[in-house]
């Protein structure tokens, strides 16, 4: 993952050949990079771990990319371009709608600070979704900021996530995904027990929620083996997404700037298996492989 360029080269290949239909706002002016070379640099930069925009204009100082755009220009066209950058991942993750009907639902923490500096930290204050204080279970710590919902299918391709404050229940995200998903299995934790909701996802969308049950329900039954290993898929994603990805390092000061830099991560993820899958034919989820 070392040449920046032949990797920039490669993904802005497929993009080109996959998303130019997507339309974007029209300018006056055309700019020297369009809008699917900038997507495709932020990618690039994101598969390669690059988080600081300082490094990768250092990066790309001396190639044919210097000069075609200013990095503070760089910044404000990404925010804007969320909403493109959000069609350009869906676009690539249909590619693999019709490979299975089972998808797995979680959740992880979004830390903007600590916790010693929430009472005056000025980030997202002003912004109408604010961070809370909130607790993660599987890492038995409490923090400050957001919850990033997410569901991906059993082979790891994330068809749908989004954002609350850290302070929301992850059964509410339930409410709003059942509009984007039907005839399916959906797996999750023990977060997810709630049978109303277990009932009207499958009265509307025939959405067959199967969560582990607590051991002092009545009637308890273990939940199968089968489908915890299943499970696993969603949790390794995260795991992907904090460690190569580093979803958890933060250097926005709006939600619309968190908002970017997650969307491209995760763009930037499904990017690297679209690659792997239907471009060099080798396994999904090895993220870590080299492009050139």
Same mark, same amino acid.
Request: a negative charge.
């Given at each position: 993952m070392n040449n920046l360029i032949q990797n920039y080269n490669i993904i802005l290949k497929e993009l080109?050949?996959?998303?130019?239909h997507i339309t974007t706002t029209k300018q006056i002016r055309l700019p020297k990079m369009s809008d699917l070379e900038l997507v495709?640099?932020?990618?690039?930069?994101?598969?390669?771990?690059?988080?600081?925009?300082?490094q990768l204009f250092r990066c790309i100082? &001396?190639?044919?990319?210097?000069?075609?755009?200013e990095r503070s220009v760089y910044n404000k066209r990404k925010r804007k371009l969320l909403p493109y950058i959000e069609k350009i991942r869906e676009t690539l993750s249909n590619n693999f709608s019709d490979f299975t009907d089972v998808f797995i639902v979680d959740s992880t923490p979004i830390e903007i600070c600590k916790i010693s500096r929430a009472n005056r930290s000025a980030i997202c204050a002003t912004d109408e979704i604010k961070p809370s204080f909130g607790y993660c279970a599987a890492q038995k710590s409490?923090?400050?900021?957001?919850?990033?919902?997410?569901?991906?299918?059993?082979? &790891?391709?994330?068809?749908?996530?989004?954002?609350?404050?850290?302070?929301?229940?992850?059964?509410?995200?339930?409410?709003?995904?059942?509009?984007n998903f039907q005839n399916c299995l959906l797996i999750g934790d023990r977060g997810y027990i709630s049978k109303e909701i277990q009932m009207d996802l499958f009265n509307y969308s025939r959405i067959n929620l199967s969560v582990p049950m607590r051991k002092n329900q009545h009637n308890f039954v273990e939940f199968s083996r089968t489908k915890s290993k299943?499970?696993?898929?969603?949790?390794t994603n995260i795991s992907q997404l904090c460690g190569q990805f580093t979803i958890n390092t933060n250097f926005a000061k709006t939600f619309q700037g968190l908002a970017t830099r997650i969307v491209s991560k995760i763009t930037s993820f499904t990017m690297i298996q679209y690659l792997n899958f239907f471009v060099f034919k080798r396994s999904l989820n090895k993220l870590k492989i080299n492009l050139c």
């Open positions: 080109t050949n996959t998303c130019k495709a640099l932020n990618v690039t930069a994101e598969y390669m771990s690059i988080n600081s925009e300082l100082s &001396g190639t044919d990319l210097d000069g075609k755009i409490r923090y400050f900021g957001y919850k990033l919902h997410a569901v991906c299918d059993k082979n &790891g391709i994330f068809h749908s996530f989004d954002f609350s404050p850290a302070n929301v229940h992850d059964v509410n995200y339930l409410n709003d995904i059942k509009e299943i499970r696993k898929r969603i949790e």
